[in-house]
């Protein structure tokens, strides 16, 4: 509900403006003539989410689970292959795009098999061309047969119309779990001159990912696999993780670096997508740690099944954003969501940064008026410009205007003089649940690192109850200066941050409600604030 604006005297008007003082302040606007655009209401309103995603993509109908994008140099796009979930045993369907800011199409290519059958069920895959025909790899899944899991084959002309092929599946050998053997990755690895095959598995105890060779796509031997270790010393044919099932495997090579991607299915704060770095395809697979310590995720518990796909210039990483706002009984988020991607980047020891995609930031080129609503506590405001410090043992905040439709909100954030500041949504009239996209620069926290968390909290000054939902390391630049870009779509929001820091949380309180920008401690100045639309 819009609120009647008033006009003020002028002197009233004036002193309201170069007030700053502790305590709620209610303060004009700077550009009358655009008053019109703002809603000023401050009342909480609840969205029925629907209908499909745009920038995040999911389907008008169902949602998206583990993607499997493929790279076409024929008609230079990206198809991102997904299971789809709409309580159908997850047939593989297909989006397309050529920059991840805009898809196409909603097209069903591969079915889940009949009754009783092996791919009954439909599980995580990969494609690749051989020739002038495309291969699907995939897993076929009953959990009624012995085994449970076997490896199947599909082939295609035009990535669209698919033929599933009886040739011989491949299963788990004695010494791998006979039902616990999916997600088929295979590329060409020019190290050996053929394709491989990994597998994810368990072998003795511990998460494995065996491996296969071939030379026509058609007969494959087994080669030797990869497995978990936490010992402190990673020999050859190891991984350095404590991952129970490495999930999604992809393996690709930029420049003389290997890396292995893969999600850590352990249900813990660390349910995420991984990788390591190694300089050959056999490893040994590190976490790559330089002086900056070692981050070794590219996302929060809000990006999981993450495969990636290349134009041979820039590469991309694709995973899904759950449904669900918090962990079921299981201790997991619920399966399957929307597609989440982010532009990875290679830094010069070749640890990789998640950081936005060029034409998602292009994307959202139109400026959005914006009001500051209110203040709470010390905050000074010039030409959209605020400094805002915290009071002594409380938080202090400016609350802006909800936004109405897809926005990515950009700033710089000077936190020389602050460790503890960050964003919070939902904050309406009932502020006894809000969320907050907290920056915590020290290493006192439980994961002794500089973190991005998201917080579930019940007031909005920040000091009564507060629920850790999500977390990312953060790397703190020496100056403590941070661009940061907020990509909102409805209840989703992705935070990127000097493009080498992902942050993707399910908030969705956040849809159409007030937010703020606040500081928990010391001062934090913000400049270069712009809403935009797409």
Known sequence: MKTNL????????????????????????????????VDRSTSCTSVQEGGPFQTFYKPQQGFV??????????????????????????????????DYATFEGFTGILSAGTTGSQDEWIGTGSFIKKDQTYYCFYTGHNGNLDPAEKVMVATSTDLLNWTKQPAPTIQAVAGYDQHNFRDPQVYWDESRGSYVMLVTTRKDGKGAIARYVSADLNSWSAITPMLA???????????????????????????????????????????????????????????????DGHHETFDGLYLYAGKTATDGTTRYLSGWCSTGQTVNSNNELPWSGSLISHKLVQGPTGRLYPAIP????????????????????????????????????????????????????????????SNHFGFSFGACDDPSEQYSIAFDLTATNRWNMP???????????????????????????????????????????????????????????????????????????????????S
Not at 11 to 28: A, D, H, I, N, R
Not at 266 to 277: A, L, V
Not at 401 to 417: E, G, H, M, W
């Open 6 to 37: 008033h006009l003020f005297p002028a002197l009233c008007f004036m002193v309201l403006l170069t007030s700053c003082k502790s305590g709620e302040q209610t303060l004009p606007v700077d550009n009358p003539e655009d008053t019109v655009s």
């Open 65 to 98: 689970g583990d993607p499997m994008p493929y790279y076409n140099a024929d008609d230079k796009k990206y198809y991102l292959f997904y299971l789809y979930e709409n309580a159908n045993r997850h047939p593989i369907y297909v989006t397309k795009t050529s």
């Open 229 to 291: 270790t936490v010992a402190p010393t990673v020999g050859k044919y190891e991984i350095e993780t404590d991952a129970e099932i490495l999930e999604c495997p992809d393996i690709f090579k930029i420049g003389d670096k290997w890396y292995l991607t893969f999600s850590r299915i352990n249900r813990d704060e660390h349910r995420k997508t991984f990788y390591r770095i190694a300089d050959s395809p056999d490893g040994p697979w590190k976490i790559c740690r330089d002086a």
């Open 358 to 417: 060029v034409a998602v930031n292009d994307k959202f080129n139109k400026e959005v008026v914006f009001e500051k609503l209110n203040a709470v506590g010390n905050v000074a405001e010039n030409n959209k410009k605020y400094s805002i410090t915290a009071q002594s043992g409380a938080r202090s905040y400016a609350r802006f205007n909800r936004n109405t439709s897809a926005v990515k909100i950009s700033l710089t954030i000077d936190a020389s003089q």
């Open 451 to 533: 973190s991005l968390f998201m917080n579930r909290e019940s007031d909005a000054g920040g000091t009564g109850g507060k629920t850790e939902l999500n977390f990312t390391p953060l790397i703190v630049p020496a100056d403590k200066v941070f661009d940061v870009k907020i990509v909102i779509e409805k209840s989703i929001c992705v935070v990127y941050v000097n493009n080498n820091v992902a942050f993707t949380n399910r908030i969705y309180k956040m849809d159409q409600n007030p937010w703020t920008i606040y500081a928990d401690q010391g001062t934090i100045k913000v400049n270069a604030m712009k809403i935009e639309k």
